[in-house]
């Protein structure tokens, strides 16, 4: 049962008549109800499931799921007083139903040994559950559950350094919580705080390689954001330098090449920018940025037909890109295909009928095929059950038309790069 299900599963009676719980430290209090868990599927309660079994139940529900319930204090010391060894009982059940995959109920198990006796390993033991149950969610293609548990482990943590102040064991796997979701830096911090306080040994000397690990991966990220903001500055020196720096300390990853051959190809030096852009390919990495770019170098060495190529590449990768069906329309335009051209010019205008480019690039069809462009239609079919069986090609379609003004000046078009951030 989930948390609603066993909190609702809960019905409170009086102490019953000749209940003795005692100890040194505690005493009933006939003041206090007690919580009974009902039987899995049953509403009512029934004198004959009032047991001490069924109580501790009760009370071990309301402990996992209603910490700050009036009573949970009361019930904690009630169920310790019954059995002291509970809570090691408990978590070799809850470590029980993890392997087996019962998640629901070894949370609730994990829950109540965590709030029953707060400890460094059972607020570990808690924040793994909610991991395995992300990966599980993940597997069944659940992002939101996935994200929620989380986000579960994580709270888990950091609800033990409230409680437990800088302990050296939370504060390990905060970091490696932090490293394994790509907070670089909240990972570098929590480790920074952990060698603060950890003893020296075996785990220290680990949790040392992975900060080095870190330093370097935020110095190498810093590296690809400077040399992504030189580019941005148009200073291409700066920018292949940086790139380049990047590279050497990471030979296999391509966002270092792509960035290189961007820089390169501003400068103008564009079989070089084409070496590291086909670099990219090489590790493995296929988008259509890489294949925009490697047209742009091509259509400047003279190679025209590769160009258009590596473009038809990038569309079949990315066809919501404006940038790339404009660039395509613009190159058989100049190439006098006007088919390809107008079926480029098309997908554009339906991307985005406004942009300036796309209606230069229409002006320029018009004035080139002597064709007019005047309406740009989006088809919906029309479902007509009667016509079905007699012809599929009598569907209906409703067609929105939106007039595109008419320009009658002369326009130059470009082969354009949109900038990517």
Excluded at 169 to 184: D, P
Aim: proline share 1%; with cysteine; glycine share 4%.
């Amino acid at each position: 049962m989930n948390k609603e299900e066993s909190l609702r599963s809960i019905r409170y009676i009086n102490v019953p008549e000749g209940m003795r719980v005692e100890s040194d430290i505690f005493r009933l209090d006939k003041n206090i109800m007690l919580p009974v868990q009902l039987k899995t599927g049953e509403s009512r309660l029934k004198a004959e499931d009032i047991t001490l079994e069924s109580i501790t139940a009760g009370m071990l529900t309301v402990i996992a799921y209603d910490e700050n319930h009036k009573d949970a204090s009361y019930y904690k010391d009630f169920v310790l007083t019954i059995d002291p060894t509970l809570p090691d009982k408990l978590m070799k059940a809850a470590i029980a139903k993890e392997e087996q995959k019962d998640y629901e109920f070894s949370e609730e198990l994990f829950l109540a040994v965590y709030h029953l006796m707060p400890q460094s390993a059972s607020c570990i033991n808690l924040a793994t559950l909610y991991s395995y149950m992300a990966v599980d969610a993940r597997d069944k293609g659940n992002e939101e559950k996935e994200d929620e548990y989380l986000l579960s482990a994580k709270h888990t943590l950091k609800d033990g350094l409230r409680r437990f102040g800088e302990d050296a064991e939370v504060l390990a796997e905060l970091s490696s919580y932090e490293a394994f979701t790509g907070n670089l830096e909240e990972a570098r911090d929590y480790l920074d705080r952990y060698m603060a306080v950890a003893e020296e040994g075996e785990k220290k000397q680990e949790m040392k390689k992975l900060l080095s690990r870190i330093e370097v991966q935020l110095e190498n990220d810093e590296e690809i954001k400077e040399a992504y903001d030189f580019i941005m500055l148009d200073d291409t020196d700066k920018a292949i330098k940086a790139a380049t720096k990047f590279i050497e300390n990471n030979k296999d990853v391509w966002n270092g090449y792509f960035l290189r051959g961007w820089a390169l190809r501003k400068a103008g030096k564009f079989e070089e920018a084409r070496k590291d852009q086909m670099k990219c390919l090489e590790l493995g990495e296929r988008n259509a940025d890489i294949y925009n770019e490697l047209s742009i170098d091509e259509l400047e060495v003279g190679d025209r037909e590769l160009a258009k190529t590596y473009l038809e590449t990038a569309a079949d990768l990315d066809p919501e890109n404006l940038t790339i069906a404009s660039n395509l329309s613009y190159l058989y335009l100049q190439d006098d295909q006007y088919d390809e051209a107008r079926e480029y010019l098309e997908k554009a205008r339906f991307l985005s009928g406004n942009d300036e480019i796309v209606k230069n690039l229409i002006k320029e069809y018009e004035k080139k095929t002597g064709e007019k462009i005047g309406e740009l239609i989006h088809e919906e079919i029309v479902h007509d059950d009667s016509q079905e069986k007699e012809d599929e090609d009598d569907d209906a379609y409703a067609a929105e038309i939106a007039e595109i003004e008419k320009d009658d000046c002369d326009c130059h078009c470009h082969h354009h790069h949109h900038e990517e951030e």
